[in-house]
């Protein structure tokens, strides 16, 4: 199995991407601490599926948006399963509003959620890393809007165009150390995230006929590509992104 011998640490694993995410890497032999920030029976139901899945691991709640909540995550993965060898930065929100409406407390959630979450965690595993003289891998989940302007979402085009030159810096930064960073970039993945798309079915048809493959993303399509990135296979992959879009960012076409 590919990922034997590894512990893996995936935020907002209770449920949609992040689920899907700590079901492949277990079924590839990985234990998971399963992250996220309230909803303990949706954990458990996740943590249930990774043992089903033959492996095994564990429940850690945590507000990634907070330093504090974010080492604390990572103290508790380590004394639970001993070590934590790949990172999974999932936990993602975003807020639908136009410019001018963008209150000042979605802002700093979608901020703190989604790049300092991201930043803090990934700081607090690299040390983790550090100090027992292990590489590691780090890959976060973004979006299409780390590339593409999404009007009315700019707080959260800003959270991701943020991650993107994180991974390009660390990426740099941590080789020395045998780390690799890198980001998956779904496109339009149905989970809860898009409920509302979801049940518009003009807003839905108009999506997907800008979508080349068209269709909507699944979990298993981000989460294969998430276990490539974690695995030893990545080893010489590091400061880049994969996108899993269907084709979404780059289409266009004049007829
Ligand atoms: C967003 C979705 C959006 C998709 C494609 C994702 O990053 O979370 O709301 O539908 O990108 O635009």
Redesign the pocket.
Known sequence: MRMNDTVALVTGSAQGIGRAIAVRLAQEGAKIVVEDRQDADAAEQTLAQVRAAGSDGCVIAGNVGSVHDARGVVDAAVAKLGRIDVLVNNA?V?RNAPFLEVSEADYDLVLDVNLKGAFFMTQAVVRHLRDSHRGGRIVNIS???EE?P?PH?TS?CAS?GGMKMMVRNLAIELAPLGITVNNVA????GTA??NK?LHDPAELSA?LANIPLKRLGKVEDVANAVLFLASDEASYVTGTTVYV?GG?LWNYSEQ
């Open positions: 993602g975003e979006s299409v809007h593409l999404f979402f959260y991701k779904p496109g339009a993945v995230i898009n798309l999506l879009d979404l």
